[in-house]
């Protein structure tokens, strides 16, 4: 129920496994670090009431213990003293989009350099983290690069979940391109890869594997219009029956599953 994410390795621990055998090397591993959480209220997200004056014992990456009062740890553990503050599990967001966070609206993302939306959404992570969510999906707009590095331990941020450049139709509501372009070379979120426009089932299909090798692990196609959309009616449907299976099917290939944007019941 409970998150603590720890982040070991680097270029020494590289060499280390690259000198030595898997074998040498798992016999002089050291026992996991642990940290002691002590004097906790814990909302388990089960219960309604606190469980009141509690401890929690962390092992590496593993509840190892929940006792009330006291729990017996190593000489070496680290120990936070909540103060008779709330411990829970983290929060989970289904539903961000971290790279498109700044302020301005479409004519605002439309003007801003490549280097602005993933400095937009490092801020946008380490918001969310401080806000208690430890894992969210990015659901459109947002590939890899801040996750690796959020991973690599570099910069604080939650577990991600990517589902890479939104896929759309032509006049779709993912279709960012605005009067006057006349290509995806001339618009910025197009040029950037954050959102795509797909027609048929073969453009689909690239689209999600180009996706795919950006490192996204969910496929997120429009498949209606909305509120925000200025070329799509939000009661429109969007995607043909074989455009949505082509979809599914690059996602089934993965073991992944596709996300739609829509608003209808049709």
Known sequence: MFSVRRFVGGLAATLLLAIYPAAVVGAEEGPKPQTLFTNVNIFDGKNDALSEGMSVLVEGNFI???AKGEIEARDDATVVNGGGRTLMPGLIDSHVHFYLSMGGGRIGMETSRWDYFPAMGA????????????????MGGMLDGLRKVIDAGLLDGPRMYLAGSTIS??????DTLLDGQMGPGENNLARLGLFVVADGPEEIRKAARKSFSYGATIIKIMMGGGVAGAKSPMFAPQ???????????????????VAAHIYNDE
Not at 244 to 253: C, L, P, Q, T
């Open 64 to 66: 190892k213990k929940v």
């Open 123 to 138: 801020a946008a992570a380490q918001e969310w983290l401080a806000d208690g969510f430890t894992t969210v999906r990015d």
């Open 169 to 174: 139709q032509t006049s779709g509501h993912g």
């Open 239 to 257: 995607y043909t029956n074989t455009e949505i299976k082509a979809a599914v099917e690059e996602a089934a290939s993965r073991d992944v599953y």
